[in-house]
């Protein structure tokens, strides 16, 4: 077993997002990204298989796509393929979880 506190091991960074490898094995990848508000991790795709969670633990912003967003605040989890273009920008200070599945 393991724990971890992300709210202990990772902090905010005023010039870019702070990003943590919470967890990696070979069935699934787990990473949290901390944002200030205005920054943003482009939208994106893979070229694999798989799936990726977006769960928002703290904060608010809303959650990109290639051709639309949708608001994303404390409690939101977004699913989806993940090769389908996927981005996040922070509106408020904001935390998410993000899983990988299979990891890559």
């Known amino acids: 077993m393991k724990k971890i506190n992300i709210f ?11 990003r943590l ?13 901390n944002f200030k508000e205005g920054q943003e991790l482009p939208i994106h795709s893979h ?15 809303e959650f990109m796509a290639k051709d639309s967003s ?3 605040k ?7 393929d993940i090769s389908e273009p996927h981005g996040i920008r922070a509106r408020t200070k904001m935390r998410v979880l993000v899983t990988i599945a299979p990891p890559i």
């Open 74 to 80: 404390a409690g939101d989890v977004l699913i989806s």
């Open 47 to 61: 070229d694999l298989e798989g799936q990726v969670s977006i769960a928002v633990i703290e904060g608010e912003g």
């Open 21 to 33: 490898l919470v967890h990696d094995s070979p069935y699934f990848k787990i990473l949290n990204f």
């Open 8 to 18: 202990e091991e990772n902090d905010f960074n005023d010039l870019h997002m702070k």
């Open 70 to 72: 949708m608001p994303a």
